[in-house]
């Protein structure tokens, strides 16, 4: 059971608008404190300043992330989700599109606070865009998941600050289980990453179960 609510409030254009650019600036404020070169003296006065910013922004805190409407597509509401959503400073984001051929594709850029061996992605970071893009290939089938199985296998380094592509589909459904394949792939065009996964529907939102 989790300690956050599962409703949420909706956000209307303009608060997620001015939200989203809040994020764009804490994401542009991340990478410049992991490559920033100030003083100490000069680095303690700007963490009095963020630590004050902070207590404005809790000033009106909610329980949980809100969601934004999506009519029909449910799997982009997630406006906080930590690699699409455009709400979350920790997210790249990754902008998804869901094709008419089933297949989930998007074009990121990772900096430098993605860094695992020096220069390239993370694997865990890598990992984690494969799940959310093999996991909304798995809902674009119409049966959406949770992540029960997630293998990776890095064919090459995945370079930091120029733009990626990232590809999956759904390959077959078998009752509850989903199965989804996909690939990140580095600006030449070569595959740096591949991913299988297995999503299943948790027997509570089977519908009519
Ligand atoms: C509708 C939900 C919301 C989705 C909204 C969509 C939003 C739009 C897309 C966004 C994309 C997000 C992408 C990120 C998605 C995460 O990050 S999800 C977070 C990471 N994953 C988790 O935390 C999952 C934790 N595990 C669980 O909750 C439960 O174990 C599961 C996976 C839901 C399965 O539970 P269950 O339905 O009770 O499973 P159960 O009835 O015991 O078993 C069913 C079958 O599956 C097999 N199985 C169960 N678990 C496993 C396993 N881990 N490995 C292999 N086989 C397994 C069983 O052996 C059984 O097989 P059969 O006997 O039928 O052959």
Redesign the pocket.
Known sequence: MSGIPMERPLLGEDEAAALSALAARVRELAEATVLTAVGTAEAAAVAAEIEALTARLAAGRRDAPPFVPSGER??DR?IG?PVTGALNPLAPPVELTVGSDGIVRGEFTLSTVYEGPPSYVHGGVSAMVL??V???A??ASGT??????LETRYRRPTPLGVPLSVEAKASRVE???VYASGTICGPDGRVTVEATA??????R?VPHS
């Open positions: 449910r799997m997630q989700n799940d959310q093999l996991g909304m798995a809902a959406p998941g949770m992540t029960a199985t009752g509850r289980k297995m999503f299943i529907m948790p027997q939102f």
